[in-house]
């Protein structure tokens, strides 16, 4: 049940001119190729027998994709992992 559309409905127009790719859209990217995504963060998982490396589930309006984080990036940008903070400069 929902109130209405999906939160990420209301940022897809400047979320696009990013070049920012729906989770419907990440099947045709080519293998290997690095991309941008965005969504609702559902689940964050950093075990400790993954070297450090993140794991996110994000949903946006046509799915859930899921995003692999390196060490080095989440250490860079701890703050927005974890509480959501956007950093300043």
Known sequence: MST????????REALSKLQVKRACDLP????EQYTRVAGCVIARQRPG???SFVFLSLEDETGISK???NPDLYEKYRAVF???EIPSG
């Open 67 to 69: 995003v692999i984080v």
């Open 4 to 11: 209405g559309p999906h939160p990420m409905t209301y940022f």
């Open 82 to 84: 974890n509480r959501g």
């Open 49 to 51: 027998t993954a070297k």
């Open 28 to 31: 045709r990217v080519p293998h």
